[in-house]
């Protein structure tokens, strides 16, 4: 489980989190949504232990990110938008590496590592370096570096961006297995149509506030308008402010 509660958090003059509570439950999809500066990024560096806020507090499995970070690292696996790769090791040493910094052994890092290969089919590219690598290869990796250690919860910045249409529907197959297994899943996306495929809930936030939560077809009908994308113009009004 994966809870915000009462988050907030300033840049100077800018207030990019005021007060942002709300709840990722076990076994279900919840997306993170707002237009661009809204607060998304700050609050997912504020789970990630990236990023302290001044108020407020940010757990995993009840556990406070900022009092427990080890044990909060071990809980969560995360996909960041840029992928955040080293370019220099190849697919296989990008996973093995993290999985080894989780504290799995030699003989489970193999293992899992040679499952995850086989899963996302990263076969022809495991023995390359990174550097070169696609955007659909670069996320496809990070995905993989995100789930070697088996975490119980996850949390995916743009997961299908730069993902070709196989890709996108075989990582909503991937997903919706890991959230069938009792995965929390938070998953932050500006694709509407994907957000209303694959998530069980949505939170949307707005000048650093969150002004609507719910299923997709919750929000959908308490707008009246005739798609999602529509209930995410009329909940946002279209804002683009300049927060973080």
């Not at 040679?114 to 022809?124: F, G, P, S, V, W």
């Amino acid at each position: 489980m994966i809870e915000a509660d009462g988050l907030c958090k300033h840049f100077g003059a800018v207030q990019a989190l005021t007060d942002v509570s709300f709840r990722a439950g076990d076994g279900r999809i919840t997306g993170l949504l707002g237009p661009n500066g809204a607060g998304k990024s700050t609050t997912l560096r504020v789970f990630c232990a990236t990023l302290t806020p001044d108020s407020g507090r940010a757990r995993i499995d009840g556990h406070n990110v900022d009092a427990d970070d080890i044990d909060v690292r071990r809980r969560l696996g995360v996909l960041p938008h840029s992928a955040g790769l080293y370019p220099s090791l190849t697919a296989r040493e990008n996973i093995e590496y993290f999985a080894r910094l989780a504290g799995l052994s030699r003989a489970a890092t193999r293992e899992r590592t040679d499952a995850l290969i086989e899963l996302l089919e990263l076969r022809d590219i495991a023995e390359r370096r990174a550097k070169g690598f696609s955007q659909g290869q670069k996320l496809k990796t990070a995905l993989a570096r995100a789930l070697v250690h088996a975490p119980g919860n996850l949390i995916l910045d743009e997961p299908t961006n730069g993902l070709d249409v196989p890709a996108v529907r075989r990582l909503r197959t991937l997903l919706h297995r890991l959230r069938d297994q009792g995965h929390c899943i938070l998953f932050s996306s500006h694709v509407m149509q994907e957000v209303a495929l694959l998530c069980d809930d949505v939170v949307v936030i707005s000048k650093g506030r969150v002004v609507a939560r719910g299923a997709p077809e919750e929000l959908r009908e308490s707008t009246g308008a005739a798609n999602f994308e529509e209930a995410f113009v009329a909940l946002t009004g279209g804002d683009e402010d300049a927060g973080a």
